[in-house]
Each structure stands twice: as C-alpha cells, then as structure tokens.
Nanobody
C-alpha cells in the first residue's frame, strides 16, 4: 500500500493551496483518510479527517479555513487550505486507515509534503 501526497509549496499569507493524496496497491477498504502536520521542533498533529461515509473532523486551528474531501472512486483525499497563515507552515502528512480480509485493520502514512507560508 502506498500513499502519494502532492500539492505543497510556498504561498503568501492569505493564500491558498490544495493538497492531494492518492492511495494505491492492495488497499482493501479505506476506512478513513486524513491529514496531519508537523512543524519544526513540534509533534505531529491532526489537521483534518474524513471517514468512509463523509464525516469530517478538523483541528480547531484550521476550522473554517481548511476543507477535507475525498474521491472514493479514485482513492484520493484532498485538503483545500484557504486563508493560510505563517503558523500553518509544516510538513503535511497523509494518513489512511484500511481494512483487508487477509489481515484486518492497518494504517499507512504518505511521504509528507512541505507547506511554507511567508509573512
């Protein structure tokens, strides 16, 4: 199973970016997909999560600015980030939870994509 993230980059304060993450391989059933971020010297924190039935959960710090969505047919999750702030600067990681008949529930991480917001 692989998660391929893309869409990071450098943007000015107030700008927007869209991250994408596609799952491939023997993924079975995708239970949930989400985005986490890790700023330098800090722990990795949840940004947003979306379940298989479309329920979403956001960190308080991004509520109202970020939108998570998914394309089930393409096994892809997106994170639309608006009104970006310098404190949003971090490496963003895609994460997914899967269920396979052969080995049950498991999770996987993508490689991370850097988002830099200049002040």
């Amino acid at each position: 199973v692989q998660l391929q993230a893309s869409g990071g980059g450098l943007v000015e304060t107030g700008g927007s970016l869209r991250l994408s993450c596609a799952a491939s391989g023997n993924i079975g059933l995708i239970i949930e997909m989400g985005w986490y971020r890790q700023a330098p010297g800090k722990q990795r924190d949840l940004v947003a999560l979306i379940t298989s039935d479309g329920a979403t959960n956001y960190a308080d710090s991004v509520q109202g600015r970020f939108t998570i969505s998914r394309n089930n047919a393409e096994n892809t999750v997106y994170l639309r980030m608006n009104s970006l702030k310098p404190e949003d600067t971090a490496v963003y990681y895609c994460n997914a939870g899967f269920s396979r008949a052969v080995d049950g529930l498991f999770g996987s991480w993508g490689q991370g994509t850097l988002v830099t917001v200049s002040s």
